[in-house]
């Protein structure tokens, strides 16, 4: 066999790969779609507890960092944050930013805009639940107050810190979000294996994470869970920890929407939905195009 007629089959083996794929997340949406709404929303309830327990763990794990390098305690909270993503996959749920992914069946007609917005909107109002239900567990368990109440100044630095991006770069940090987040999804559809899916998710959760990218789910949580501890915080509780009230002030319910929700949600669906989902399928369309008008032209000079 020559080299010419190996590269060939290996070109053909990774076509065929490529395609498989393609085929999973075309399976992949209309699966998610085709659920039932009482299905769907409590998987997404769980999906939305799951990312949101994740960021828990975050705040735990970079909490107290003091002079640590930088870069480092970041990837340890990002590592730590990839628990919610492993859940999302080993336990099941319905998650807003992978079920973006749901484009390639419908480019594939296999549902209508209808139906897909109604997959979306379902999933994105039960992450929502979900993740309100986890901030009223906190809170009842007084988290804010773990080393020190130094957690809870933590939370909302960092929730403020959210909310000062203007609408373009929120928008951009969104997408850049969530096009990792569904190249981890698009990973996990190369392999059956539980462990293997749950490591592949890992170093892209890590990365969007460590880079200060914006995921709308994470964000039902964290930015709620600041302006949750402003709320019950008295003058007393800054001071201690070095700040004033007036240095939150930019942590407002309004600020929340405005400048992170409604960019980051749009981004992350540009990200996953059109950079990864319409993207990969628009390169299989055209390979398999290619593919059947070669057999044409081979089937005409026989």
């Known amino acids: 066999m020559s080299d010419a007629d190996i590269n060939l089959i290996h070109s053909k083996q990774k076509i065929e790969q490529e395609q498989g794929i393609v085929s999973k997340a075309e399976e992949f949406g209309y699966e998610k779609v085709q659920s039932s709404f009482a299905k769907s929303f409590s998987l997404a309830i769980y999906a939305g507890m799951f990312i ?32 919610g993503l492993i859940l999302v996959i080993v336990c099941g749920g319905e998650l807003f930013t992978s079920t973006v992914l749901s484009t390639v069946g419908w480019a594939q007609g296999r549902f209508n805009t209808t139906q897909l917005l109604k997959c979306w909107g379902r999933v994105y109002l039960g992450n929502l639940v979900g993740a309100m239900i986890l901030l009223a567990l906190v809170m009842a368990a007084k988290m804010y107050l773990l080393d020190g109440g130094e957690w809870g100044i933590h939370a909302m630095i960092i929730a403020q810190g ?42 892209p959760v890590a990365m969007f994470v ?43 319910f309004y600020n929340f929407i405005v400048h992170n929700l409604i960019p980051v949600t749009l981004g992350n669906i540009f990200g996953g939905g059109v950079l990864v989902g319409l993207g990969y399928w628009s390169i299989d369309r055209k390979k398999t195009n290619e593919k059947t008008l070669d057999q044409t032209v081979t089937a005409q000079n026989r």
Not at 236 to 243: D, E, L, R
Request: negative net charge; proline residues 3%.
């Open 52 to 83: 949101s327990i994740a960021f828990v763990f975050y705040l735990s794990v970079t909490t107290g960092s003091g002079g640590a390098p930088w870069g480092i305690i970041r990837l340890v909270g990002g590592i730590a944050f990839s628990l």
């Open 162 to 203: 959210k909310l000062e991006y203007d609408w373009s770069q929120a928008f951009a940090l969104g997408i850049l979000c969530n096009f990792l987040v569904c190249l981890a999804t698009w990973m996990t559809f190369t392999s059956k294996d539980t462990l293997a899916k749950s490591l592949l998710v890992v170093l």
């Open 210 to 252: 460590s880079s200060g990218f914006e995921h709308s789910i994470a964000n039902m949580f964290m930015v709620p869970l600041g302006l949750a501890i402003k709320a019950v915080s008295d003058p007393a509780y800054y001071v201690a920890h070095g700040h004033l009230v007036s240095d939150f002030d930019h942590l407002t």
